[in-house]
């Protein structure tokens, strides 16, 4: 049978995310796991542009642009380098290109480990808002073009490090 016939299902666990923490230094990004996000929602957002012409009795919809978002949610947890930083831009009330981060997308099924890649602000929006645990919520927007990268791991996917030196494919 032809393996492209036989259909798989895609486990959601298998799809990870990575942010890009900055260091002390600030000149350079650890790319760490999204741990323990109760919600990461992929929104593509398209722009849309619809007209109507006189000579016909419907409209006409083209898509125009996208405006990509994941909207997100934690349990807060201490140690944990990614919740950490949005806890810092949530908490300091960052703006502009200091709540800019980037994130990787990894299906980790793909022996390939192709991923995208692309800058969002990091977008606040509630905290504590559970009586049981501190919780954060908010969106990461996009901030530019979406570009496949390659990437590897020596951890089993909890950090994740480029591998290709650099050179990257709009897509």
């Known amino acids: 049978m032809n393996d492209l016939t036989k259909p798989e299902i895609v486990a959601r666990h298998r799809i990870l995310a990575f942010y890009g923490v900055p260091e002390n230094s600030g000149n350079s990004v650890t790319y760490h796991r999204m741990k323990k996000f109760t919600q990461f929602t992929h929104s593509k957002n398209p722009i849309e ?54 994130i990787i997308i990894v299906d980790t099924s793909d022996p390939e480990a192709t991923a995208c890649k692309r800058d969002y602000a990091v977008i606040p929006n509630s905290e504590g808002d559970n009586i ?17 990268v390659k990437v590897s791991t020596n951890d089993n996917y909890q950090t994740i490090t480029l591998t290709d030196g650099g050179n990257h494919n709009e897509i």
């Open 132 to 148: 049981n645990i501190y919780t954060y919520s908010g969106s990461l927007k996009a901030r530019g073009e979406k570009t496949e």
């Open 49 to 102: 542009y619809s007209r109507q012409y006189v000579d016909e009795p419907f409209q006409q919809t083209d898509v125009v642009g996208f405006s990509p978002s994941y909207d997100y949610a934690f349990d807060r947890h201490k140690n944990l380098a990614v919740q950490s930083d949005i806890v810092k831009i949530t908490n300091g009330e960052l703006i502009g290109d200091e709540a800019v981060r980037t």
